[in-house]
C-alpha cells in the first residue's frame, strides 16, 4: 500500500465504484488498506465505506468531489475512473458518446484541478479490433493495435488519447488505461458451458475474459507503478474461455491470421505479457477452477 503525499493512508476516489467492475475494486483496495471513496450515480447498498452519489457529466459536481466535500474529506490522491455505459448498443450511440466522452474529459479536468497526478482508468479490449469481422493483422493481438469499430470504443480510443495530451501538459501526471477483456465474475462461470461447443460463439474477443478479482489486481498494480506519462495495457486472463485448444479453434476459425508467437495451450488471442511484465500484474483466478 502506497501513502499519500501527507504520509498519511492514501485516498482513491473510484468512479464507478457501484458497477460490475467498480464493486469488486473498491473492496480489493479497502482491503489492501487504501482509504477508498466510491463515487457513482447509483448506490451499491452493500458497499458500507464511502460514497458520494455523482453525476460525471455535471463538471460543477466532478469538480467538487475531486476537490473535496465539506467535513467528509478535504483531498484525493488518485483517482480509478471505471465509470461509463460499458458496452456497444445498451443505449443509443450518441448517448453512449455523450456520457463517456463528458464523463471522462470531467474527471481529468476536475484532477487536473485538484492536482492529482495519479489516474487509473478503464478503457477497453474493444479498441482492439473487437468484434473482428475484420481480422487483424497478427494474433495474439496486444497494445499496438488501435481500431475501435463501435461507438463505444471510439469513445475508448478517444480517451486513450486524450490522455496522452493530459500527459504531455503535466510531465508529473500518470494516466493508465487499462484495457479490460470482458469482466467476469464467479456466476458467470457456470454459463462458460455454452461456449464450449462452438468456436465461433466468442471468437469476437478471442475467447479472452477478464476475472473482475483479477481486473481489481491490476488496477492496485497500476496505482503503485510510479511511472509519469500516459500508458496502455491489455488485461485478460492468460487463459481462454475454452477447453479446445486455441491451436484447434484457431485452424477452425482463423487460419489465416499470423501468429506473432506461438500461443500456450489455452491461450486467448488477447495479449496482456506487457501488463505483467511491466505493471507486475499476476493473475491468480480461472474459470476452471469454478465448473
Ligand atoms: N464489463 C465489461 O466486460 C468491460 C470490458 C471492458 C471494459 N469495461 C469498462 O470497465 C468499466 C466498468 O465496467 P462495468 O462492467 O463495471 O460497468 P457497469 O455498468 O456495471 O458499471 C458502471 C458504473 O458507472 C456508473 N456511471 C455511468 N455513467 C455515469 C455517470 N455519468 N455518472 C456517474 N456514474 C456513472 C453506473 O451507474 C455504473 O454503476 C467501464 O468503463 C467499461 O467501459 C467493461
Redesign the pocket.
Known sequence: MALGSNGQRRRIAV??G?????RVVVRHLADRGDEVVS????PDPDWDGAFVR????DYGQVAEVLTGIDDRYDRIDAVVH??????PGLIPNAATFA?NIT?SFHVYQAAKLANITKIVW?S??TVLGLPFDTPPDYLPVDEDVHRPESTYSLVKHLEETMAVQFCRWNPELSMIGLR????MVPADYAGFEDFQDDPTVRKWNYWSYIDARDGAAAVACALDHDQPGADVFVIANPDSVMRTPTAELLAQVAPDVPLRRELGEHEPGLDSTKARTVLGWTPQHSWRDHV
Open positions: 468512479t464507478g457501484s458497477g460490475k467492475l467498480g463515487l457513482d450515480r447509483t455523482v453525476d460525471l457529466t471505471l465509470a461509463a455505459i460499458p458496452a456520457n464523463s478503464a477497453s479490449e479490460f477483456s470482458n469482466v
